[in-house]
């Protein structure tokens, strides 16, 4: 049953792709100077939520644990493209698994960002300060940092 409901869901996501050229330029437009120089109060302003620019809201991707890793994987591969169709380049760490991704981007979703029909802009995905990170178990940079700081903590 969820093997069909993935299915959909890719489907919506390409779907969503297709439709990024109209949707950007439905977009206030911003000019180039204010996109590179506003200040966090006016992403409000000019920002748009992702999941409302994909029209695609977190609540259809499911949690990490209903998903095996194909699926999880099959769907950070849609959600790469679609970023990209729409002027985002998702930024991961190097090694990062396929779980650590897919949490990430269903997360982002909530987030809100400024795209610039013609430009591409990076979005760094790994924003979690090592100390605090939820994905200890897979991400290999926050387990590097937990080494480190265990290795600091047996020299004092």
Sequence with gaps: MIARYVEQLLEDIRSSERMAEKRLQNLKKVDDLESDYFCYDE???????????????????????????????????????????????????????VEVKYCQFRDHLDHVTTPVPGKTMDVELCDYLPEYCPFISWCPLAKTYRECQSSQMIML
Excluded: C, H, M
């Excluded at 890793?69 to 950070?76: A, G, N």
């Excluded at 970023?83 to 985002?88: I, N, P, T, V």
């Design 43 to 97: 992403i409000d302003t000019f920002g748009v939520k992702l999941s409302n620019l994909f029209e695609l809201d977190k609540i259809f991707f499911p949690e990490r644990k209903i998903l095996d890793e194909d699926q999880q994987k099959d769907i950070v591969e849609a959600l790469t493209s679609l970023w990209k169709a729409y002027g985002l380049n998702p930024v991961f760490p190097k090694n990062v698994p």
